[in-house]
């Protein structure tokens, strides 16, 4: 073959090739123009939405939690602003090293640490965590000089709770706490606007009405876009909307009777409910012991947890409103309140009190078996004869004490605007069969309406409870609804919101004439019975009623001796009461735990109460150290003008 066909040939299959190649060339560059079409017109939203995002970054503006104030705006919760050492564990290679470098650096105590690992167990590893709370300014600035040393440890400013009155009405205001994980899944559950609320937010209230009105305290949460560097630092705003402060939550408590009360129970434990019967606002509600709620805003330590868990006061339960107890003799106004409304028995009925009554074989003392002789309605309560009350008991019947007591609000929740009420125990035959499985403890024997009618066996309400039902027996049978919430308010300035409808009473259908009948036995309780000493020369005139409720039961053929029992067996001093009498402004039931009787422990701080509220008088430093030494239980000393005390106290 001669060399030019050769070279024809190979000419051809290089064209060949150079087409092939210039087809799939073109093909490519279509394939490409076709991309780009797509993406810069079928994508560009998207696209141009996530360059935007690579660009910037909207970051969460956490709002200024709502202050918490009292009746006279005494501030109860606020906020103040501290730098924090804080860290982000999945940035550390060696947590103990960096731990133990930043020690020589700034103060790090072993509590700070134990409270650190506590977190680290409750929180993600990549959420920033604080390590040290309130640094110095000349912290800061140490740590700043050595900051490239400490990867994933930042200093940041916070804005932190502050409770400033420490313990003193620690379980009306509650704590804040970081949210845990229990409550994230409870916040995912929430519409996405509310969601986004909490975006940023690592705080959420626990207990009392920092838990209760979470949503009016948390306030809104502000947002910002900001433009970012490859590496994800900020350089520039670029649009904020602004975060709106909680509202202020103002209480109907006055915090000067909150901390009198603390301070007359000293050491004791116990519960105090007053209210206003006029409309039901709650002018204190006291639980002690109390705890320091800012003991929980940076994280609680081990040793301060296991403290408050594990006495046996048991410090954080809310005695008040947990606390549930029998009401002894201060039941029995009520009692004889059912019989003259249902009319088994009118005030004049006279029962013959032996200190003692029979039913069958079994014999139910009265108080050291003293015979008080012939009885009416009104020297059963100055004299708390309990035979009166048995055989009242024993006539109406179980289910008529409950049917009368109920609407009371025993045993009832009372609706209060505070987490946490218990229902109590108001018994009746139904109650009984349905709380036991055998027949046997299903029965209701006559024996157990016997105790049910002096305040004892199934009967178990809270100071609340009690403080309810005598407010309205006080308000003439008018029953209004408890609140501890007067209004919230914008951190704007704008007009108080009230936290509930104005109050509407709800008449009870009782006759003026028995109402008064009970009151003027109250009264007469204060001037000739078990409270005369106590309420001696006050220059205003109250009702009340002594009571003493078993903490353990003491057999039939035993006597009651505290010297004999532990402390914490011995019998519960309680006290209900109004005043004054002719116009009351105020209704109360306290008790003191395993104090003995009512009138030695209970009324005595009844009187400090409607001193303050009624005179503006509060105790002398003399009373108020000779309770803190455990000399005296509310002493009645001289007192000195409330407006003459130095306020607000010292934690």
């Given at each position: 073959?001669?060399?030019?066909v ?51 970054a ?9 202050l ?47 409270r ?29 000089v ?21 313990d ?25 606007d ?81 209210i ?72 004049s ?22 015979p ?71 029965r ?25 039902a005598m ?18 308010q ?74 004999k ?28 735990e ?14 400090r ?22 000399q005296?239980?509310a ?17």
């Amino acid at each position: 073959m001669s060399p030019f066909v050769d070279s024809e040939r190979q000419l051809a299959a290089f064209r060949a090739r150079v087409l092939v190649a210039g087809l799939l060339v073109l093909l490519a560059f279509c394939v490409l123009a076709a991309r780009m079409a797509y993406l810069q017109i079928g994508k560009h939203q998207e696209l141009q939405v996530q360059a935007e995002s690579n660009r910037t970054a909207v970051l969460p503006v956490v709002p200024d939690r709502g202050l918490i104030v009292d009746r006279h705006g005494v501030v109860l919760a606020s906020n103040y602003s501290a730098y924090t050492l804080e860290i982000t564990p999945s940035a550390v290679e060696d947590l103990d090293a960096t731990l133990a470098g930043l020690a020589d650096i700034v103060e790090i105590t072993e509590r700070d640490i134990r409270r650190f690992r506590r977190l680290m167990e409750e929180s993600k590893r990549f959420e920033s965590l604080p390590l040290r709370i309130r640094l110095s300014d000349e912290e800061v600035a140490r740590f700043a000089v050595q900051r490239f040393r400490f990867p994933g440890v930042d200093i940041r400013a916070r804005l932190l709770r502050h409770y400033p009155l420490g313990d003193t009405a620690s379980h009306v205001v509650g704590y804040i706490g970081r949210i845990n994980q229990r409550e994230k899944e409870l916040i995912s559950d929430w519409p996405e606007d509310q969601q986004a609320n909490y975006r940023g937010t690592e705080y959420i209230g626990k207990l009392g009405i920092e838990q209760t009105y979470e949503d009016a305290l948390h306030g809104r949460t502000g947002f910002e876009r900001v433009e970012t560097t490859a590496g994800g630092r900020a350089i520039r705003t670029l649009a904020s909307t602004a975060a709106t402060r909680g509202d202020t939550v103002a209480l109907t408590i006055d915090i000067k009777l909150q901390r009198l009360v603390e301070d007359m129970f000293g050491e004791r434990r116990g519960a105090l409910v007053a209210i206003d019967p006029r409309n039901g606002e709650v002018l204190a509600l006291v639980s002690k012991p109390t705890f320091d709620p800012n003991l929980f805003v940076e994280g609680i330590d081990v040793d301060n947890w296991r403290a408050l868990n594990e006495s046996i006061d048991r410090p954080l339960v809310n005695r008040a409103l947990r606390g549930t107890y029998p009401p002894g003799s201060t039941y029995k106004p009520f009692m004889a309140l059912a019989a003259l409304h249902t009319g088994v028995r009118t005030a004049s009925t006279t029962v013959n009190d032996p200190g003692f009554w029979m039913l069958g074989n079994h014999r139910f003392r009265s108080h050291n078996e003293t015979p008080l002789g012939p009885v009416d309605l009104k020297r059963s309560i100055v004299k708390s004869s309990n035979t009166y009350y048995y055989t009242l008991a024993h006539e109406m019947g179980v289910d008529a004490i409950h049917d009368f007591m109920q609407p009371l609000g025993f045993g009832q929740l009372t609706g209060i605007d505070l987490r946490g009420e218990v229902r109590g125990v108001l018994p009746s035959q139904q109650w009984k069969r349905s709380t036991y499985k055998t027949p046997e403890h299903q029965r209701w024997y006559p024996g157990e309406t016997i105790s049910v009618g002096i305040g004892q066996g199934y009967n178990s309400f809270t100071m609340l409870q009690l403080a309810h039902a005598m407010a309205t027996v006080a308000n003439g049978g008018v029953k209004f609804k408890p609140r501890i919430t007067a209004f919230t308010q914008g951190a704007d300035g704008s007009a108080a919101t009230a936290t509930g409808k104005p109050p509407e009473g709800q008449a009870l259908g009782y006759r003026p004439e028995h109402i008064s009948k009970i009151l003027d036995a109250m009264e007469a309780v204060t001037t000739e019975g078990t409270s005369a000493r106590v309420f001696a020369g006050a220059p205003y005139r109250s009702g009340g009623k002594t009571g003493t409720a078993q903490a353990v039961t003491i057999g039939q053929r035993e006597r009651y001796d505290a010297k004999k029992l532990e402390e914490h067996q011995r019998d519960h001093s309680l006290y209900v009461a109004f005043a004054p009498a002719e116009e009351p402004r105020i209704a109360l039931a306290v008790i003191v735990e395993n104090a003995g009787f009512g009138s030695a422990h209970a009324a005595p701080i009844a009187r400090r109460v409607f001193d303050y509220v009624l005179l503006g008088q509060y105790p002398s430093e003399a009373d108020l150290a000779a309770v803190s030494q455990g000399q005296a239980l509310a002493p009645i000393g001289t007192p000195r003008l409330a407006a003459d005390v130095p306020w607000p106290p010292a934690p």
